[in-house]
């Protein structure tokens, strides 16, 4: 049983290629390698440029012995990983527009270019609730805190993006929009009442169930409400057997978040982790750890009888289905001129401007950056886009660590602050209210204004209790940096 055993695991499993400026996928070729040899059911791709990506998609399904899932998290539009591809404002900020059809065309969009560089698993949308201003890991990734408003917002997403070709994944069931910790850092526990949970967090999921989402993310958090075990729902089967399969009646994909996260490895190894989540309903699991060791887990919990073979077998067909529908290549429709356009004029209808108007910047323009977000781990957004922009225009953008009398206008203070994967706080930090007090001081002693550009969640802006002119732009992802540029030099 052993071989026939490895080779059926090994389909359970979704490593990571991740890409590097300095080596591309380089450092990832040991994975592709080992993966590809052993037959696992698909790779996820973080960050990349368009051709690298299209061209490991490519060799992968040509070196594959079975269809493969191609995944990656492309919440904000392919250009959230893919350099070169159209980058999309977040979902929090779509939805604030309250146009249907913006968000359509959004996830339509991130279909399309997905397919052309051979993505075919978006692990995306987000359905978590956006229920409470301290949770570190939520903010403007979620649609809002409107159930049933998410619900029908989740349900044009899914449909849009199924509708391209591409897997939809619903995430992170049963919701984390309670969460006041990060999984990433921490175990995770939701005290909410059961019926609290099931007609608020759950509705989404049923949305997407209903709109025949190929897959649901499970969230490495423990909801004592739905399971008194106290197990992290990736690991529950009264969560995942009971709710989701029997009384949801959901039958398509289960994935299990990232596997080496804190919140669900705890006390076991990342191996571990993949038995309990296979045994509770996972189907597939990503980023499992080192393979051998997970896939040596995996058999011998089969060989032990911990394992239902008949189940194991189930979770490979409901894989390999779902390959085979994303693959034809046939009907990829790729995205035109039109629509990356589009793309660009979305993240300037975005924008959103508090105490204003802004007052017109000089020919000359300083900008101090505060990065909020400095100390998070593996944060890769550039923060020069917003200068990049201005100087396209025509403007002689600076940056600078205070304000200087080469500029008679006003200071741009750039604030990088947002909920991101790590950081585990939902609050700025002393010295960035320091920060911006010290150049305020400054500028005003200067006799100079101030225009503040937050790139995060507006939450983190907020906190600062300020009323000076301020463009809200939702992330500091490129293309909103980009938006803020062009809003600031516009003429008005």
Request: proline content about 5%.
């Amino acid at each position: 049983m052993s071989e026939q055993a490895r080779r059926d695991v090994a389909q359970l499993l979704i490593p990571t290629l991740r890409w590097s400026a300095e080596r591309g996928f380089g450092d990832a070729r040991a994975v592709v390698e080992q993966g590809l040899a052993l037959g696992v059911g698909g790779f996820q791709i973080v960050g990349g440029e368009q051709d690298t990506v299209r061209a490991l998609a490519k060799e992968l399904q040509l070196k594959s012995r079975h269809p493969l899932l191609i995944a990656a998290d492309l919440e904000r539009g392919a250009g959230q990983q893919v350099a070169g591809a159209t980058g999309l404002p977040p979902l929090a900020a779509i939805t604030a527009l309250n146009d249907m059809e913006a968000l359509r065309r959004a996830s339509r969009l991130t279909a399309r270019e997905a397919r052309t560089m051979g993505i075919n698993w978006n692990l995306g949308p987000v359905c978590d609730l956006d229920l409470i201003d301290d949770n570190p890991i939520v903010g403007t990734r979620a649609m809002g805190r409107d159930a049933r408003q998410v619900a029908q917002l989740v349900t044009t997403w899914v449909e849009s993006c199924q509708a391209e070709g591409v897997l939809a994944c619903a995430k992170h069931f049963p919701g984390l929009g309670r969460a006041r910790r990060d999984p990433h850092s921490a175990a995770v526990v939701i005290d909410a009442p059961a019926d609290q949970l099931k007609e608020l967090d759950l509705q989404p999921f049923r949305a997407a169930i209903a709109a025949g989402v190929a897959s649901i993310m499970t969230a490495h958090a423990a909801y004592p409400a739905l399971d008194s075990s106290g197990e992290p729902a990736t690991v529950s089967r009264e969560i995942l057997q009971w709710l989701l399969r029997q009384q949801l009646k959901y039958d398509h994909l289960i994935v299990a978040d990232t596997m080496t996260m804190v919140g669900i490895v705890q006390d076991r190894t990342p191996a571990e982790a993949c038995v309990r989540a296979v045994r509770a309903g996972c189907d597939v699991v990503l980023e499992p750890g080192d393979l051998e060791p997970a896939i040596e887990a995996l058999v011998q919990a089969l060989e032990r009888g911990v394992l239902d073979p008949d189940k194991v077998r189930q979770s490979v067909r409901r894989r390999l289905k779902w390959a085979q529908w994303a693959s034809p290549p046939n009907d990829w429709r790729r995205p035109s001129g039109a629509d990356t356009a589009w793309g660009a004029l979305l993240a300037d209808k975005a924008l959103r401007v508090e105490h204003g108007p802004l007052p017109t910047i000089g020919t000359v323009t300083e900008v101090a950056i505060i990065d909020d977000d400095a100390d998070v781990e593996g944060r890769r957004a550039v923060r020069t886009g917003l200068v990049e922009a201005m100087r396209l225009a025509g403007n002689d953008a600076r940056v600078v660590s205070a304000p200087t009398p080469a500029s008679g206008g006003p200071l741009v203070i750039a604030l990088f602050a947002d909920y991101l994967a790590g950081k585990s706080r939902s609050t700025l930090q002393e010295s960035t209210h320091a920060d911006i007090a010290v150049l305020m001081e400054q500028a005003a002693a200067l006799q100079r204004g101030v225009i503040l550009v937050g790139f995060g969640d507006p939450r983190f802006v907020a906190q600062l209790g300020l009323d000076t002119p301020t463009i809200m732009a939702w992330s500091g992802d490129r293309v909103m940096q980009h938006a803020a540029g062009r809003a600031l030099v516009k003429k008005r």
